[in-house]
C-alpha cells in the first residue's frame, strides 16, 4: 500500500524559506514520478514541481522557478520542496503526490495529506 507522508509546513515570514518533506513507502518509486501540488483557499489545485525518480530530472511552474527547488533522497524514499524567497501568494496546503511517468509528464494515482504553508507580509 503506498503511503506518502508530508511535513514541514507551518508559519513562515515572506521572504523567508521552508523545506517540504514527502517521505514515501510502500512499493518501488524508481518508474514514477513524483509531484508537488498546492491548493489555495477558494482555489483549485495547481501543479508546483515534477521530479522523476529514476534520471532526478525535473519540471516547474512558472511561479515556482528560482525559488522552489525539488529533490530526492533515495536512501530516504523522500522527496523535498525546497521554497526560498516565499510570498505571501503561496501560503496554501501543498500536497505530494506519485504516479507513473507518462510521456513528459505523470499520472498521479497516489496523494498525501497534505501540509499547510503559511506566509505572512
Known amino acids: 500500500q503506498v503511503q506518502l507522508v508530508e511535513s514541514g509546513g507551518g508559519l513562515v515570514q515572506a521572504g523567508g524559506s521552508l523545506r517540504l518533506s514527502c517521505a514515501a513507502s510502500?512499493?518501488?518509486?524508481?518508474?514514477?514520478?513524483m509531484g508537488w501540488f498546492r491548493q489555495a483557499p477558494g482555489k483549485e489545485r495547481e501543479f508546483v514541481a515534477r521530479?522523476?525518480?529514476?534520471?532526478?530530472?525535473?519540471y516547474y511552474a512558472d511561479s515556482a522557478k528560482g525559488r522552489f527547488t525539488i529533490s530526492r533522497d533515495d536512501a530516504k524514499s523522500t522527496v523535498y520542496l525546497q521554497m526560498n524567497n516565499v510570498q505571501p501568494g503561496d501560503t496554501a496546503r501543498y500536497y505530494c503526490?506519485?504516479?507513473?511517468?507518462?510521456?513528459?509528464?505523470?499520472?498521479?494515482?497516489?496523494w498525501g495529506q497534505g501540509t499547510q504553508v503559511t506566509v505572512s507580509s
Open positions: 521530479l522523476r525518480w529514476s534520471v532526478g530530472s525535473t
Open positions: 510502500g512499493r518501488s518509486f524508481s518508474t514514477y514520478a
Open positions: 503526490a506519485a504516479g507513473p511517468a507518462v510521456g513528459i509528464g505523470a499520472r498521479y494515482d497516489y
